[in-house]
């Protein structure tokens, strides 16, 4: 028989359900066919093997996708590219720059070196997320810190300049905005209910390869203490975040926004090693608030340094539990001075609410607003009462040393009081429950010196008003003219001095 008439049996038998299997030689490898099944051969592809189990074309997407949630979300997401301009020393030498007519109009040591400098662009890359469909973006301020071009790449790869409105150093915040309108912005979830245990997708530029999602859970809550940030309440996750994803979504299973990608623990491998953090969403979004409206953040101040009770602390001071947040010091002229708080007081509530740790207290009042009236409930010498204080705005680090060169209680010349509290009473044999400040130093040059005050005395009263505290204090001695007239307690005899 003809070769092509071969042909024609072989398809014939093929067709009509004919079992041998006809093997072909295409290109030196060997193709083997079989007969299809009555079920199988309207999906199957030519020449597919008999031998692969094909999924049925009707059947649709997994049911346990994540794909619908990262359709959703993955157009919210953009890329950012930022770069500034760095000045480096660039130190030259040779006999020119030794020359003293050179140095003297343009510098350089007397070894004849000199210092040009040098200027280089730097670049880097980031992850940002719309949050406004007008065209507002939060991304880590590391990612566009000193940029002075800063261009986003959309999902639809549309570029734009983009305008920095704000940053919060800080938090590791900054907003931008382009110019662009009808944008998909990202649905904002309430971070203050997510729990460990949630999934966690995280989603960014890493490396600037493209649009990557990584899926985790989230491994902990209100993780601090790690000297990223000044202020840290960190959603601790392991959905995998490397570099580049910076300043990128972290959403939830239902797509919605709980916190924008910030750092990960890498011990020095540069990648991924199940342990990153973002920003909650809740602070992100107040951070966000203050910058659009202010172009910067101010935060409320308190004016204490605020301790966690140790198991130790709580022992050595008669506590049974450990609730609350110690007062381990209490700066002068603060709001918090002002109000009576004391070196020692545990705070135990603010405005109603429990705080557990000193990063919980210290992040409840800044994400207050400056100036307002919060009520405190304490504990002082084992009972309880409430104070009110009138918060202040944060000072700048300028003002704070400022106000640490004033505050050392040196009201009277050359005298330096602090609050007397129930222990250093007991030391000096008196009450616990006696009130005034303690005297912690005397200048031999002061005026007081002379009228007889010394280290240890218990100042009661300034001009017969009675003093409680450091603040009370230096408040009477503002008042109290040039000479003014001190009630002294020295172990348990009063007297009265005057410089």
């Known amino acids: 028989m003809k070769k092509s008439g071969l042909k024609v049996l072989a398809l014939l038998l093929a067709f009509a359900g004919g079992a041998a299997a006809l093997e072909t030689v295409r290109g030196g490898m060997k193709l083997f066919s079989a007969e299809p099944s009555a079920t199988a051969s309207a999906a199957a592809t030519p020449h597919a093997p008999a031998s692969l189990k094909l999924a049925d074309p009707n059947e649709g997407p997994s049911h346990n996708s994540f794909a619908p949630i990262v359709k959703a979300v993955l157009p919210t997401v953009v890329n950012i590219s930022s770069s500034k301009v760095v000045r480096t020393p660039n130190q030259m030498s040779g006999p020119m720059f030794q020359d003293p007519f050179f140095r003297q109009f343009f510098g350089g040591d007397q070894d004849g070196r000199f210092n040009i400098p040098r200027e280089r662009r730097e670049q880097s890359l980031g992850s940002g997320v719309i949050v406004g469909s007008n065209g507002y973006i939060l991304t880590n301020n590391h990612v566009v810190n000193g940029a002075t ?17 704000g940053t919060d150093p800080k938090t590791d915040i900054a907003v931008l905005k382009i110019d662009a309108d009808n944008l998909p912005a990202a649905t904002i979830g309430d971070s203050s209910k997510v729990q460990v245990g949630d999934f966690a997708l995280a989603i960014g530029d890493p490396f600037g390869v493209g649009q ?3 899926m985790g859970i989230v491994s ?26 910076s300043g990128g979504a972290l959403v939830n299973d239902h797509g919605d926004l709980i916190g924008i990608n910030t750092a990960i623990l890498s011990h020095g491998s540069g990648g991924n090693e199940g342990i990153g953090f973002a920003v909650p969403v809740n602070l992100a979004r107040q951070v966000m608030a203050e910058l659009v409206k202010n172009g910067k953040v101010t935060r409320a101040y308190l004016g204490i340094m605020p301790q966690d009770v140790t198991p130790a602390i709580a022992k050595a001071m008669g506590r049974s539990d450990l609730r609350g947040v110690l007062v381990g010091d209490v700066s002068a002229h603060s709001p918090a001075s002002e109000s009576g708080l004391q070196r020692g007081d545990i705070i135990l509530e603010v405005n109603g609410k429990p705080v557990a740790d ?14 307002a009236t919060v009520k405190l409930s304490l504990m002082r010498d084992g009972s309880q009462r409430d104070l009110s204080v009138k918060l ?49 130093d005397v200048s031999p040059t002061s005026p007081y010196a002379d ?20 603040a009370d204090f230096e408040k009477a001695m503002g008042r109290g003219g040039k000479e003014p007239l001190l009630l002294v307690n020295r172990h348990g005899s009063t007297l009265y001095l005057a410089a």
């Not at 071009?149 to 409105?165: P, W």
């Not at 429950?433 to 303690?438: L, N």
């Open 392 to 440: 202040g705005q944060l000072p700048t680090p300028e003002e704070r040393a400022q106000l640490e060169k004033d505050g050392s209680g040196d009201a009277a010349e050359g005298v330096t009081v602090d609050n007397l509290d129930a222990q250093t009473a007991q030391q000096l044999g008196l009450p616990p429950s006696s009130t005034g400040v303690v005297v912690t």
């Open 358 to 371: 000193a990063n919980e207290l210290r992040m409840t009042i800044s994400m207050m607003a400056p100036y």
């Open 149 to 165: 071009d800063v261009r986003v790449t959309l999902s639809d790869k549309r570029e734009f300049r983009a305008t920095i409105v």
């Open 220 to 245: 902990a809550k209100g993780r601090s203490n790690l000297g990223i940030e000044d202020y840290e309440d960190f959603i601790q996750t392991d959905a995998p975040i490397n570099p580049g994803n």
């Open 451 to 470: 009228s007889g005050l010394r280290q240890g005395d218990i100042i009661q009263e300034v001009n017969r008003q009675p003093v409680k505290n450091v």
């Open 212 to 214: 990557t999602v990584t």
